[in-house]
């Protein structure tokens, strides 16, 4: 339909497609509650005020407002491929998503985004994609692939592409790194995102100067309020590892509520199921004392003028039709979701099915030195060790110093304390690194967790009391080609395949979700701490650029010295 067939619409001369009759709705431009209907025609609002339609739905004064907007997911960490993930948040109210691929680019190269971009095609979720700049993340790990600015550039121009994603490497940013700053030119005034975590003052200064926008890496109000300052967007974050929603809120005020936004980051399907997605964060904030208006204009408008999405994050004329029908504004339980005019969620229930697009691109990733007996054996100098500390609802680790038993000059579990052996086996190119480590705070009792998801180089991890139940696991990633896993006892207790780039899976959500929740209480019934997420906790504890202390293929990483380490003290 062209303007002036909406313009005829919208002055009521002709019927819209459909008229949600008798509103409460949300105006993220007045912050004020409208009473009226709305009219759409061809998936646009023409109109608000008194209208009639081809369609009309009787609200009966609930409140309508726009679909949310993650401003920083990495689809990946759901373990679905698109499809069920439009299918999993989009009954939460979530219409729309800045997606980062670097996880599937980690092991796929340029063909894990693409897989991303064409399996992403024709959702009743729009994703749009910023490009990973970051692949690998550091030079202190191997990962799949190694991406260029070079390699990327031709990816730019792609439809849905918005920008250059979350620049990891802020110590490259900061010092002038040639390679990563021309990933930041090649991005040529598009939209650049941020990963920056504790950085203030002049190297806060070097790197918002080098054109990155955004960050999501905040943890404390001070850091926050200096990087909204300095003229960036902070993105808070609430997903299953990293929650800093209750902390950041606190520094939510009147004078800088425009520069806000929600994402969720990394979220596993179980959290999305139970707790939510975007609405989450409403929720959220809501009952921190955030008036509900300036909740929802941060999970809409605030994130579509971030990302130059024009044309949607508020119900007004000319924008995209993608409403949420909410019985209050204080629980936003969402009721009914409209994607482009069209009800696709209802009750909490999707309704459309989600199609299959696995292919040989990013399938048989899991690669192994058939001829390398893996060695576990961590051998110690010294009974004095440096420990990866866990920390609940955080992917930030702490580095401690703990005595360890040693027994012929390798390290021996002891049941008395809460410290387990990790390693993470290098799967992409058969060169037989194995990193060992070891990690405080995690609680499993005899038995091993093993998985393909290790940020963001994506190699083997495995944590465990025992050798025997750790080898065991890695086995079994190997036959099923990716996934997660738990043994105990030299036996499998259950798996998960995640056949895609050993990331996600083309399995329906219903499955995932209940295979999860059944590995999960193993894990607990195994000891692990019922305050983390067992696999996404594990599963950060590779990540060099969080600091202070993590493991990767190539050895233990200091992560605020930027330099590998040995475990002895």
């Known amino acids: 339909m062209n303007t002036i067939q909406l313009a005829k619409v919208a002055r009521g001369d002709k019927k819209a497609d459909l008229v949600m009759k008798n509103c409460a709705i949300v105006n993220v431009f007045s912050h004020r509650i409208e009473h009226g209907d709305i009219a759409v025609a061809d998936g646009v609002i023409v109109g608000i005020g008194k209208y009639s339609g081809r369609k009309e739905v009787d609200l009966e004064g609930a409140f309508v407002c726009p679909g949310f907007i993650d401003g920083h997911v990495h689809i990946e960490s759901s373990m679905l491929t698109p499809p069920q993930f439009a299918k999993s948040v989009i009954p939460k109210g979530t219409t729309t998503v800045i997606a980062d691929p670097h996880e599937i680019a980690n092991v796929c190269g340029i063909k894990g985004i693409e897989f991303m971009l064409d399996s992403s095609d024709n959702l009743s979720l729009d994703v749009f994609i910023m490009l990973p700049s970051c692949v690998p993340s550091t030079e ?26 979350e620049v990891m490497n802020y110590p490259g940013v900061i010092s002038g790194n040639k390679k990563v700053h021309a990933k930041i030119d090649m991005a040529n005034g598009r939209r650049i995102d941020g990963h920056a975590p ?51 809120i606190n520094g939510v005020t009147k004078d800088n509520v425009r520069r806000i936004l929600f994402c969720t980051d990394d979220k596993h399907p179980k959290n999305i199921k139970n707790e939510g997605h975007i609405n989450y964060n409403v929720k959220a904030a809501i009952s921190h004392g955030i008036d509900p208006i300036d909740a929802i204009i941060m999970a809409t408008l605030n994130t579509a003028e971030c990302y130059g999405l024009n044309d949607r994050g508020a119900i007004a004329p000319g924008y995209i039709a993608d409403l949420l029908v909410l019985d209050n504004l204080k629980d936003i339980s969402v009721m009914q979701v409209y994607k482009r005019g069209k009800l ?6 999707a309704k459309f099915g989600a199609r299959t697009v696995a292919d040989e691109r990013v399938l048989k990733t899991v690669v192994l030195n058939d001829n390398m007996k893996i060695n576990l054996n961590m051998r110690l100098k010294s009974d004095v060790v440096k420990v990866i500390q866990i920390i609940e609802d955080n992917i930030i680790t702490k580095k401690v110093i703990r005595k360890v038993d040693v027994e012929d000059g390798c390290y021996r579990n002891n049941p008395k304390l809460d410290i387990l052996k990790m390693a993470v086996i290098e799967r992409h190119k058969k060169t037989g690194n194995i ?11 005899n038995g091993a967790v093993a998985l393909t998801i290790a940020h963001d180089s994506h190699n083997i991890i495995v944590i465990g009391d025992n050798d025997r139940d750790m080898l065991r696991a890695v086995e079994e990633l ?56 067992p696999f996404m906790t594990l599963s950060f504890l590779s990540l060099p650029v969080i600091p202070e202390l993590k493991l990767t293929d190539r050895g233990l990483v200091d992560v605020g010295n930027f330099g590998f380490v040995g475990t002895e003290e």
């Open 140 to 165: 202190y790990e191997n990962s799949g692939a190694v991406l260029t600015a070079e390699d990327l550039e031709p990816l730019m121009t792609r439809k849905r592409v918005l920008g250059l994603g």
């Open 198 to 248: 504790g950085i203030k003052g002049k190297q806060l200064n070097a790197y918002v100067v080098s054109g990155v926008k955004t960050d999501h890496e905040c943890t404390v109000v001070e850091e926050m309020a200096e990087k909204i300052s300095r003229g960036m967007y902070v993105i808070i974050r609430e997903g299953s590892a990293t929650r800093n929603l209750d902390t950041l």
């Open 344 to 349: 696709v969620a209802e009750n909490d229930e």
């Open 435 to 445: 990193g060992l480590g070891l990690v405080e705070g995690y609680g499993l009792k």
């Open 478 to 533: 190997q036959e099923c080609d990716g996934g997660m896993t738990i043994c105990s006892g030299g036996k499998v207790m259950g798996t998960l395949t995640l056949e895609v780039g050993g990331l996600m899976t083309d399995s329906p959500i219903e499955e995932v979700e209940a295979t999860i929740d059944e590995m999960v209480q193993t894990a607990v019934k195994m000891g692990v701490n019922k305050g983390l997420d």
